[in-house]
């Protein structure tokens, strides 16, 4: 009877006494930060760059994201694994010599090809920064493995000031441009690749000399010994979080074909904006979720981390979600300016599907955990899938909104089953996860959306109707820390 019960104990203080909330807190407070420095100077970043600006930074930054993500082979999930700490030394060093090598060669690819690219994109101004991009993938790539690294050592503290450093200086570069007359899409690139060294240089300082001046004897057997231990994760895990990529940026890449760099520039915009709130808590809570959820997995008890951290995220999310639905446009038009109007309807339309990613994203690494990466790829390509006909079908028609529209019901639909198959992976049933994500905040949303919607029939200020939603989000986020107190302030 022991037996049986020891296993449930210690699972059930995953979330308490080892402090998972307080660590996502630790890791998530760099950047919370990082992002209330994004969104604060968003309304002066709007009015000294143009749309076409935010476009083209979109477009480079979608080459740089979705090649950083898989430049060390996705070799770097694999670094939170193994239980001896010079495997995962080793693990770091085979993702840092596939990330140089890798980063060398597209980056070479991408500059050849750079006007082809650029006249694809309708972007000509695109071809004079595809130079950078080997340079920038070579960092984002060493940033992703460190990462994890820091994670493995718990060390969220480091990951949080990394963060926090990156958003702050790349934002101080792109304002202090256009102030100074140098407002361009070449000045918003630069700003994001300064940021990131900055976190590179940071989030490295304590662990480069014990990785590099540890290393076991005949490194190069140790190296394919564990290569060939985790090929998975190139054989299914790459091309999963390549489509994934894809999936995330090809929107930028269609609008541009379809339409231009300004469209492009709305939704890069309206998207930033409406994940970026959301990032900071589910970026966090992903990477810690990672650790615990090993730790979860060996006790037999991933389903009860799977509900705490689906309820949780329920309940941070839906309610905000609800309010820049009803008040995106008027919102946008009200702290960037009428030129972004257009953003602020795409915010609305991507809504409910942003609250569905937030809930999915941090519970994936799931995936991972439980050896099912084909599973993943799976699911990743349906969403790519659904991205494409969503697009074309908006360009066909040349309507950007319906393209906006059709992507996030593709969204809700396919990262809904996506939660529903993790859930049932760990023993939870779909109505359990449905209720999981709904059944906490039914009220309060109903309450919110009722009365948002009067001030807006009777056509009240919206500084009145901001006000309001204001009061009701500080009410319902105090009142969900008091009964998460000895959660919150639980001992790591």
């Not at 309304?43 to 749309?51: A, D, E, H, K, N």
């Not at 795409?346 to 942003?354: D, E, K, N, R």
Request: charged share 15%; hydrophobic share 50%; proline share 3%.
């Amino acid at each position: 009877m022991s037996t049986q019960q020891e296993p449930q104990s210690k699972s059930q203080t995953l979330l308490s006494k080892k402090g998972f909330i307080k660590d996502t807190l630790k890791l998530g407070s760099g950047t919370a930060l990082g992002q209330v420095v994004l969104i604060l100077s968003m309304p002066v970043l709007s009015r000294i760059y143009t749309p076409e600006h935010f476009g083209i930074t979109s477009l480079f930054l979608a080459f740089v994201l979705i090649l950083s993500r898989v430049s060390g082979l996705r070799y770097e999930i694999a670094i939170m694994l193994p239980k001896q700490q010079t495997h995962a030394r080793v693990l770091f060093v085979l993702v840092t010599l596939i990330t140089v090598i890798f980063s060398v060669i597209t980056g070479l690819l991408l500059w050849v090809l750079r006007h082809t690219i650029a006249d694809v994109l309708k972007s000509p101004q695109l071809s004079e920064y595809m130079w950078l991009t080997g340079p920038a993938i070579l960092i984002y790539g060493l940033v992703n493995a460190l990462n994890y690294w820091n994670t493995r050592q718990k060390r969220y503290k480091t990951l949080a000031a990394g963060r926090m450093s990156n958003n702050t200086a790349s934002t101080a570069f792109q304002l202090t441009g256009g102030f100074t007359g140098f407002a361009s899409s070449g000045t918003l690139i630069t700003g994001l690749v300064i940021g990131k060294i900055i976190e590179l240089f940071l989030i490295s300082l304590k662990s480069i000399p014990y990785l590099f001046t540890s290393l076991p004897s005949r490194l190069y057997k140790k190296i394919v010994v564990l290569a060939k231990r985790y090929k998975k994760f190139p054989q299914f895990n790459i091309w999963s979080i390549l489509v994934n990529n894809i999936s995330w940026y090809v929107p930028s890449f269609m609008l541009a074909i379809f339409f231009s760099p300004k469209i492009v520039g709305w939704y890069a915009i309206g998207e930033r904006t409406i994940r970026a709130p959301m990032n900071f808590i589910g970026l966090a809570i992903s990477q810690v979720f990672f650790q615990r959820g090993s730790e979860a997995n060996r006790l037999n008890n991933l389903d009860k981390l799977f509900r705490d951290t689906v309820g949780m995220l329920s309940r941070i999310g839906l309610l905000p979600t609800i309010i820049i639905t009803l008040l995106g446009k008027d919102l946008f038009i009200l702290l960037l300016g009428s030129e972004w109007a257009e953003a602020g309807v795409y915010v609305q339309l991507l809504g409910l599907w942003a609250f569905i990613w937030f809930i999915t994203s941090p519970v994936s690494p799931i995936i991972s955990i439980i050896e099912k990466q084909e599973m993943g790829l799976l699911f990743n390509s349906i969403i790519l899938i659904s991205r494409l006909v969503a697009l074309v079908i908006g360009g066909v028609l040349k309507s950007p909104i319906i393209a906006i529209a059709l992507l996030g019901v593709g969204g809700i639909l396919s990262y809904c089953a996506l939660l529903f198959w993790i859930g049932k992976s760990v023993n939870v049933s779909i109505p359990e996860t449905l209720g999981l994500l709904f059944k906490n905040n039914i009220l309060w949303s109903l309450f919110t959306t009722i009365f948002v919607l009067l001030f807006k029939y009777f056509h009240l200020s919206i500084y009145l109707i901001i006000f309001f939603t204001v009061i009701v989000l500080a009410i319902y986020y105090f009142i969900l820390l008091q009964k998460n107190k000895k959660i919150f302030y639980a001992k790591s």
